[in-house]
């Protein structure tokens, strides 16, 4: 069994940062890509900043320049360092990994997300 907990959310002014972390747990064999994905209220989830088992990022537009996607290997932990926060980065935040169990078993796993509040 694999487990996702997300940490670090809170409220914020805009501006401010905020560092929410994902400790992954369990049956862990191997971690390929972690990512971390929001969700507003009203609106779909989306992708906001994936790391790759070699470290690479990929971030999207919006938050480009102003997040730091990181990963600690040694720890199965990902982070998400969020800095000059604004309004529209109000959402739930949720960590998202692929995880192998065994060398035949993959899966995606999700975390239960954090809240994330900007005020303005």
């Known amino acids: 069994q694999v487990q996702l907990v997300e940490s670090g959310g809170g409220l914020v002014q805009a501006g401010g940062s905020l560092r929410l972390s994902c400790v992954a747990s369990g049956n862990i064999f191997s971690i390929n890509v972690m990512s971390w994905y929001r969700q507003a209220p009203g609106n779909q989830r989306e992708l906001v900043a994936a790391?790759?088992?070699?470290?690479?990022?990929n971030y999207a537009v919006s938050v480009k320049g102003r997040f730091i996607a990181s990963r600690d290997a040694t720890k199965n932990t990902l982070y998400l360092q969020m800095n000059n926060l604004k309004t529209e980065d109000t959402a739930v935040y949720y960590c998202n990994a692929d995880i192998r169990t065994s060398p035949l078993s993959r899966m995606d796993y999700w975390g239960k997300g954090t809240l994330v509040t900007v005020s303005s």
């Open positions: 790391v790759a088992r070699s470290g690479s990022t």
